[in-house]
């Protein structure tokens, strides 16, 4: 194992050329925690928005302090600690790790709670780095809702959280329509999913429950349109209140998530994408040395699915 280990986070909050490798020594493990050599991990919009200085993370961070980011992980176990018994050595794992207060996978290495992480196949691709904080967020969302309680509508779905909810909402049972500019990316899936587009949704009334991944103003005018009675799960952390509030004074019911990590729910994640009963798209990979180079494509806002870090 390397002596010293690489991680890519900011010290001052701004544009992605904020963004700055450092160097840190091998640490001394605690009791429970394992050390792992990270093959690929991914980005998310919370690393974009924490590194523009957005959100409870960045306005958490000390001034002159060097913030690291990223929560997602595939890689080997380098070293394990006393109290780890299910973990060994050489197991490839998976996993949502120090979300929300701790990130740090923008990495070469990381260390990590043994509970926050599973055993996946040693010969899995670097795409599934994309999956743990996205599909868990899609599950755990999908979870607050109800299959028999009207058609799901979801924006945003050609995201990470968005392309992996729909799938999770078909085969769970819900009636989706995608709602999106893009339905060629949704048909490129080869699932069954509805699409409408924006101006189709507003063009006549809509009932029923709204996935929402975009938040702000966009959400508010889609609730509206769907009016009293509706059933919401609203992503954006930022905007969540607002959001909330607004669907309460017409009568609309809703709620935030906040994404937990949880082993049974990674794994369902992990059987349904390895089954190939759920496709994970990672439209682009950039090596971790271009991490400003991969926020920058994300912020473009043209990716569909994920995208990834590979070591």
């Known amino acids: 194992m390397n002596k010293n280990y690489k991680q890519a986070g900011v010290v001052n909050f701004g544009t992605a050329d904020r963004l700055q490798i450092r160097s840190l020594p091998q640490p001394t493990l605690e009791r429970g925690q394992v050390f792992i050599r990270i093959t690929s991990s991914s980005i998310n919009p919370i690393d974009v928005k924490t590194r523009a200085g957005l959100g409870y993370v960045a306005q958490s961070k000390q001034d002159g302090a060097f913030l690291p980011l990223g929560y997602d992980v595939l890689g080997i176990i380098e070293e394990v600690s006393e109290g780890v018994n299910n973990l060994a050595v050489g197991d490839t794992v998976l996993g949502m ?3 929300p207060s701790t990130p740090g996978c923008y990495a070469s290495h990381v260390i990590v709670e043994s509970e926050e992480i599973i055993v996946v196949d040693s010969k899995v691709s670097d795409e599934f780095a994309g999956l743990s904080l996205a599909g868990l967020t899609a599950l ?3 979870n607050k809702l109800n299959a028999n ?11 990470g959280v968005g392309h992996l909810a729909i799938q999770l909402a078909v085969l769970n049972g819900f009636d989706v329509v995608a709602v999106t500019t893009r339905k060629a990316l949704i048909e490129s899936l080869n699932f069954d999913v509805a699409t409408m587009s924006y101006e189709e949704f507003f063009d006549q009334p809509q009932s029923g429950q709204l996935l929402d991944l975009v938040g702000g103003e966009l959400a508010c005018k889609m ?8 059933s919401f799960v609203t992503v954006p952390s930022i905007t969540k209140d607002a959001v909330i509030e607004h669907g309460a004074s017409f009568g609309a019911q809703g709620d935030g998530i906040l994404v937990q990590a949880n082993p049974k729910h ?3 994640l992990y059987k349904a994408v390895a089954t190939q ?3 994970l798209v990672a439209s682009k990979k950039f090596k971790l040395d271009e991490v400003a180079l ?5 912020e473009q806002g043209e990716h569909f699915g994920k995208v990834i870090i590979v070591a």
């Open 223 to 230: 609730l509206s349109h769907m009016g009293a009675g509706t």
């Open 277 to 279: 009963r759920v496709k």
């Open 149 to 159: 309680a009207g058609t799901l509508f979801i924006n945003a779905p050609t995201g």
């Open 266 to 268: 990674l794994n369902e």
């Open 97 to 99: 790790v120090g979300f």
């Open 294 to 298: 991969a926020h920058k494509y994300v």
């Open 140 to 142: 755990q969302s999908l």
